[in-house]
């Protein structure tokens, strides 16, 4: 088509094209039937640029046809001469207007130089994501400042256009404003001076909305006279001077309710749950607002009804659009103005399964390195397309996601996602592999690496297991559903040994409970043996379940008989001497730890003996704790004798429980004295990351054993720590047990 047909033709002839009626358009698009037949009529020349993104999306234009037909409605809005925009009008303050009274407070703060702030009075830059209400804060916190400054003024600085006021321009539609005369400078240093002159005289507020850069608002802050300042963008504007910042977020839940309250009819309101239609709208002022609007005027609808819609993830953002009112349009703005590297990103961004990110998985995602992901990072949280967190991570609220997530299949074949999907899983469950190994009692000297992460420490592994969890948890979840069973073994035998580390992320059953279907799928009983005694020891320690721990045990002894491993006939026999030990049941425990000892000696495996052995003296410490603190003694002792021969997480790990069943034996005993001195060895090996559960023990151990003493303060600090360290590691029994006895302390 000829970039000079005029909008309306462009627009009627693309609608036709596409066999849409105007209903139609309008449904697809969100733009109202109305704006649509006020284009095609001619009426309207120069639509909102929101409103045109919303068509030519809406009319699957592709590049060179998208732009001609951006370029027209650009056309109808052009202005005659560079200095012709002049007065705006400022948009009217809400009557609905709901919640947001500490950054108002805060605003008003910072532009009256006699309030809480103190000294002069500095300009307000108001920033954030799309559709979180900026302008209406600004104009409510102007109005409350009219004492201060009497006259407002309002400018429209068109930060996403495509062309947006220079600050010439700016300054001359305030000059026009403030002294009613057409005729203004026509340079800006003529027309900053004349600014500087006019603004000191005057009491003025001023609302600069919508800015673009830095350039666009430093002019007007040359002077404001007795006055105020307040400029809303989606960017930050780092650059700017003596400006205090706010950044405006969505609102609170109950503020979200309570503005939706404000416009839905009262019988309509109770319709349905207004929490979950927040919910759906991510709090967002302008989405909260649309889905009012949407139920005020349908009242045939129940709040129910609007739900359903919102509930289909592909349908929410479509459903969010009222009149010319859009959320989609609204991200667009932001999505225009982006490189093509940073909508790469932006759009692959939505693969990302977790809450929250760093740069360096966004790299995985966008095939870039951690600092060109940061800088992209950046420039997309400069647009208020994402959002930035504590500790340099990144967050996509879930409407940018489902906008990224339509960007991604309108622009990408589904190939291509299939393929970046597939590659991130890889990626993340490539990492954790490479962390996991860290914590094995003989870690790779250097496992290879083909673009996952390496780490230089165990803590630094650590932090980034626990930290990206969500993510690489999904990705293990996709490729036990793809049928990678190999992945699925390998992995979980990587993370095996971290887990005892972190036994209060309360996942571990899930992740070994699918290894072992894994290892079922591939008909192979040594691995199904092994995995299920992982399973059995997330029931015991994570879930608390022994007799479900047993069944599991009991399967993994079959499985490792039809194998033909001794090993893992052990390990089997030991978990469950650990689940007989939990009921109770001593004899029958004592039998299975026996068992395995036997099993051990057989497979030569002399770690697994030693755990074997620890286990059968723990069951002894419950009926016989004299010769429990005997048998664990001459455990210690074996330890030191072979200890060269163990990796020193296992030496430690049972040095540690060694000390704190002594610690145990000796309490019941009333050796309260021993007792102390025996879980004061238990807490000098290694740390409460590394024996979490064992160091809870000893603590508490200790905690009755100084409260015996009558050291109550003692007691109390010990009692009180091996409740912190119990949480997540310890059963609700001990957990009760512990709070009892810190309960009972006097004072």
Not at 575 to 600: C, I, K, Q, T
Request: aromatic share 6%; net charge negative.
């Amino acid at each position: 088509m000829n970039s000079a047909v005029p909008l309306q033709e462009l627009l009627r002839q693309h609608r036709r094209d596409a066999d849409l009626t105007l209903e139609g358009l309008a449904e697809r698009s969100g733009v109202s039937d109305r704006t649509i037949s006020d284009i095609e009529r001619g009426i309207s020349l120069g639509p909102r640029r929101g409103t045109m993104l919303a068509l030519a999306d809406a009319l699957k234009l592709q590049a060179g046809e998208r732009e001609r037909f951006l370029a027209s409605a650009r056309a109808g809005r052009k202005p005659a001469s560079p200095d012709a925009r002049s007065v705006d009008i400022e948009p009217h303050r809400l009557a609905d207007f709901t919640g947001r009274e500490s950054e108002i407070l805060s605003v008003v703060a910072q532009l009256d130089p006699t309030g809480a702030a103190g000294g002069p009075a500095a300009p307000v830059v108001l920033h954030g994501a799309p559709g979180v209400g900026k302008t209406s804060i600004a104009i409510e916190a102007l109005h409350r400042c009219a004492t201060l400054a009497p006259i407002r003024l309002f400018v429209d600085l068109g930060g996403l256009d495509a062309v947006p006021l220079t600050p010439l321009q700016v300054l001359q539609a305030l000059l026009r404003q403030l002294t009613g005369d057409p005729d203004v400078p026509k340079k800006l240093g003529e027309a900053a001076a004349a600014w500087r002159t006019a603004a000191e005289a005057s009491a003025v507020a001023i609302l600069l909305d919508d800015a673009a850069n830095e350039a666009q608002v430093r002019p007007v802050l040359t002077s404001a006279g007795q006055g105020a300042v307040v400029v809303t963008s989606r960017r930050a504007l780092a650059g700017l001077e003596s400006a205090r910042r706010l950044t405006i977020g969505p609102l609170p839940r109950q503020e979200g309710i309570a503005f939706l309250r404000r416009i839905i009819p009262a019988a309509q309101a109770e319709t349905g749950d207004l929490d979950e239609l927040a919910r759906f709208c991510d709090d967002i002022p302008l989405a909260l607002r649309i889905a009012g609007n949407r139920l005020a005027t349908q009242p045939s609808w129940t709040v129910e009804d609007f739900l359903r819609r919102l509930r289909r993830e592909e349908r929410r953002l479509s459903a969010l659009a009222a009149g010319d009112l859009a959320m989609e349009s609204t991200f667009a703005l932001s999505y225009e103005h982006l490189s093509a590297p940073a909508r790469t990103l932006f759009r692959r961004l939505s693969l990302v399964d977790g809450p929250s990110f760093d740069a360096r998985l966004a790299g995985a995602v966008g095939d870039l390195d951690g600092d060109e992901a940061e800088d992209l990072l950046d420039g997309l949280a400069g647009l208020g397309l994402v959002e930035t967190l504590r500790g340099d991570r990144y967050r996509l609220h879930d409407l940018l996601r489902l906008y990224a997530a339509s960007r991604l299949r309108a622009e990408e074949t589904s190939d291509a996602i299939s393929a970046e999907r597939r590659r991130l899983r890889d990626w993340l469950l490539a990492t954790a592999l490479t962390a996991g190994s860290r914590f094995e009692p003989r870690p790779p000297d250097a496992p290879p690496v083909d673009g996952r992460l390496t780490f230089s420490s165990n803590d630094e592994a650590r932090a980034w297991l626990i930290t990206e969890a969500e993510h690489w948890f999904a990705a293990y979840q996709a490729a036990a559903a793809r049928g990678d069973h190999a992945t699925v073994l390998t992995v979980a035998d990587s993370l095996h040994w971290f887990s005892d580390l972190w036994r209060a992320w309360g996942r571990w059953h899930e992740v070994f409970a699918t290894s072992a279907a894994a290892a079922a799928a591939l008909d192979d009983p040594a691995q199904q043996a092994r995995h299920l005694g992982y399973l059995a020891w997330a029931q015991l320690v994570e879930t608390f379940d022994p007799a479900q721990a047993r069944t599991t045990a009991d399967a993994a002894l079959r499985a490792a008989r039809r194998a033909g491993d001794v090993q893992q006939s052990g390990w089997a026999n030991f978990y469950l001497a650990w689940s007989m030990l939990n009921v109770r049941e001593f004899d029958v425990a004592h039998g299975y730890a026996d068992a395995a000892v036997h099993d051990f000696a057989a497979a030569g495996d002399v770690e697994g003996e030693l755990q074997a052995r620890s286990i059968g003296a723990s069951i002894r410490s419950r009926y016989e704790p004299e010769a429990a603190i005997g048998e664990h003694r001459e455990l210690l002792e074996f330890v030191q004798r072979v200890g060269d021969e163990l990796p020193a997480s296992i030496r430690g790990l049972t040095e540690a429980n060694a000390h704190a069943v002594i610690a145990y034996g000796l309490l019941q005993l009333d050796r309260h004295e021993e007792a102390v001195a025996a879980a004061s060895a238990a807490l000098a090996i290694g740390s409460s990351a590394e024996f979490q559960s064992g160091h809870a023990s000893a603590h508490r151990h200790r905690g009755l054993a100084q409260l015996g003493l009558g050291r109550v303060d003692e007691a109390r600090a010990d009692l009180a720590t091996a409740l912190a360290l119990g949480a997540g590691a310890r059963s609700a029994a001990w957990l009760d047990e512990v709070r009892a006895a810190l309960d009972a302390i006097p004072g």
